[in-house]
């Protein structure tokens, strides 16, 4: 009787302790500080994703690994960040996958125009072979490729006029991201695009330097761009995705149970951000309304003509990114579209 006791003890002792302190009680996990930076601010959807992991990882670590989180660029830009991350000198970012196209050229297929309809074939790329081949390309590089967080469809700002076709772009100074192809579509378009980090972005509309830039609705609404820019026109010309990245240097220091926490805790953070962005996307458009906005949106025939406009960068960076990675792109988002 005693002895059955006991054993049951033992048994229920190995759950309790299994279960409070999750899997880093039995496994190999030391305490560590993580820094983690951002672009955006701590009220925007970054900002929310960012608390959401370094909770997730306290949780799932047992409180050994410790996140502290970084916005409003205070660690550098993203491609600050990147550099930073490779040097070791940081451990941990979320960023557009548009600057590390200077690391792997392959990333600016996401900076295609008119590619994704909806947020679901996004995610069905991002998460399925072409998104992930992409991931594993950055670690030659020095950088661990995580998950994929939603930035979004871009629409158009400016401080000059409501854009209804491609010709009210005509000296409109727009920034765009430090990427090839989005100076490229831009330019085309009719603009004069600037590539400038996201983190002077608010003080060079602010002080007129540019006219107008491009963004999803979230950040337009988070970063109050509302305050200094009176038209907002829907385009969704390009879905472009954040990327969760950590440091090579430093990963490689890390146990493999530490590594399976990270990822786990990462790819918690991935739906937990998707379902906030979605969810803040309608949230930010009524606030933009409220705040003064004019807000337009262009219509299917304007998009077919600027969709025609730009072929010829397409055309050009097709044979420079690889026309089978093109084509498997286009493969992918038509299998998630029927
Ligand atoms: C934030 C940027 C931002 C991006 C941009 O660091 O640069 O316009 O959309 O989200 O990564």
Redesign the pocket.
């Known amino acids: 009787m005693i002895k059955h006791l006991k054993t049951r003890i033992l048994v229920l002792a190995t759950v309790l302790s299994c279960t409070v302190a999750g899997v880093a009680a039995a496994a190999d996990v030391k305490p560590r500080l993580i820094r983690f930076g951002?672009?955006?601010n701590e009220e925007s959807v970054?900002g929310r994703a960012a608390r959401f992991l370094a909770q997730e990882l306290e949780k799932v670590s047992g409180g050994k690994l410790k996140m502290r989180t970084f916005g409003s660029?205070n660690l550098g830009?993203?491609e600050q960040m990147q550099s930073a991350l490779v040097g070791g000198a940081q451990e941990m970012m979320v960023?557009?996958t548009?600057p590390l196209a200077g690391m792997v050229k392959e990333f600016g297929v996401f900076d295609l125009p008119f590619l994704f309809n909806s947020e679901k074939e996004a995610d069905a790329v991002l998460d399925g072979p072409l998104g992930q081949d992409l991931l594993k390309k950055l670690e030659a590089k020095g950088l661990v490729g995580l998950v994929y967080w939603e930035?979004g469809f871009r629409n158009m700002t400016n401080s000059k006029r409501p854009i209804t076709r491609a010709e009210d772009l005509q000296g409109i100074k727009l920034r765009v991201?430090q990427n090839q192809i989005a100076l490229g579509v831009f330019n085309t378009l009719g603009a004069n695009a600037v590539p400038m980090?996201?983190?002077e972005?608010f003080t060079a509309l602010e002080t007129r330097t540019v006219d107008g830039?491009e963004?999803?609705i979230t950040?337009i609404q988070s970063s109050k761009f509302y305050e200094v820019q009176p038209y907002l026109t829907i385009t969704r010309h390009v879905y472009?995705p954040?990327v969760v990245l950590a440091s090579k240097k430093w990963w490689d220091t890390l146990s493999p149970d530490e590594q399976k926490l990270i990822r786990q805790a990462a790819a918690a953070s991935r739906d937990f951000e998707r379902q906030d962005s979605r969810a803040d996307s309608t949230k930010a458009m009524g606030t933009l309304e409220k705040n003064g906005m004019k807000i337009n949106t262009i219509t299917p025939e304007e998009v077919a003509r600027m969709r025609q406009k730009v072929q010829p960068v397409v055309d050009k960076y097709t044979q420079e990114l690889g026309p089978e990675l093109v084509k498997q792109l286009n493969d992918e988002i038509q299998k998630a579209r029927n």
């Open positions: 951002y672009g955006l970054q660029a830009s993203d960023g557009s548009a930035n991201m980090p996201f983190s972005l830039q963004n999803p950040t472009t954040w």
